[in-house]
């Protein structure tokens, strides 16, 4: 495989993940990932992008129940 950014190769390894909002930090380490040997671009399949998603969205729905003490339902939950 090649690197989107910059025609480089893509190496498969691992790598971490991290995103803070209002109410959390969230770090996720040693995740299977590839990144570009010439722009040390790193990149997730989209398998990996939509487990993290999903757990960020959780975090932050749980993490505003108890900060706020409120219960929310979306619908990305269901």
Do not use: W
């Amino acid at each position: 495989m090649n690197c989107s950014n910059c025609g480089g190769v893509l190496i498969q390894g691992k790598s971490s993940y991290s995103t803070s909002e209002d109410e959390f930090t969230f770090i996720l380490e040693d995740i299977p990932a590839y990144q570009c040997e010439r722009c040390k671009k790193v990149l997730f399949t989209d398998e990996t992008v939509s487990k993290i998603q999903k757990l960020v969205r959780r975090i932050k729905k749980e993490s505003c129940e108890i900060v706020h003490n409120k219960v929310s339902a979306n619908l990305y939950d269901y």
